[in-house]
């Protein structure tokens, strides 16, 4: 437990968003930044997760939405990367409305 603790403990480079339905956790997001002089310009969104009872109500909407306008104001970072799987029903519709 320690080890996964560590890799998403937030910091200034890195975080993990959620969505909840009430006090029951529905969704999550990850997002880090390069940490190499030649790569600090980059960043990436990670794990996007959204439960099966919250598809399709705006929840990774809301979450993508908080989750880069927190990384929109790092200083210096040019550049977000998602990568999107593609396996049917998994996709998340709401990539195109964060602007993705």
């Given at each position: 437990?320690?080890?996964?603790?560590?890799?998403?403990?937030?910091?200034?480079?890195?975080?993990?968003?959620?969505?909840?339905?009430?006090?029951?956790?529905?969704?999550?997001?990850?997002?880090?930044?390069?940490?190499?002089?030649?790569?600090?310009?980059?960043?990436?969104?990670?794990?996007?997760?959204?439960?099966?009872?919250?598809?399709?109500?705006?929840?990774?909407?809301?979450?993508?939405?908080?989750?880069?306008?927190?990384?929109?104001?790092?200083?210096?970072?040019?550049?977000?990367?998602?990568?999107?799987?593609?396996?049917?029903?998994?996709?998340?519709?709401?990539?195109?409305?964060?602007g993705l």
């Amino acid at each position: 437990m320690d080890d996964a603790a560590k890799r998403i403990s937030a910091d200034a480079n890195s975080f993990v968003v959620g969505v909840f339905d009430g006090e029951r956790l529905v969704g999550a997001a990850g997002f880090f930044r390069s940490k190499g002089i030649k790569e600090r310009h980059k960043g990436r969104i990670w794990g996007v997760y959204v439960s099966r009872s919250a598809r399709g109500k705006g929840a990774a909407r809301r979450m993508l939405r908080v989750l880069l306008d927190r990384a929109i104001a790092m200083d210096g970072l040019e550049q977000i990367q998602l990568a999107i799987g593609d396996t049917p029903g998994d996709r998340c519709e709401a990539v195109p409305v964060a602007g993705l």
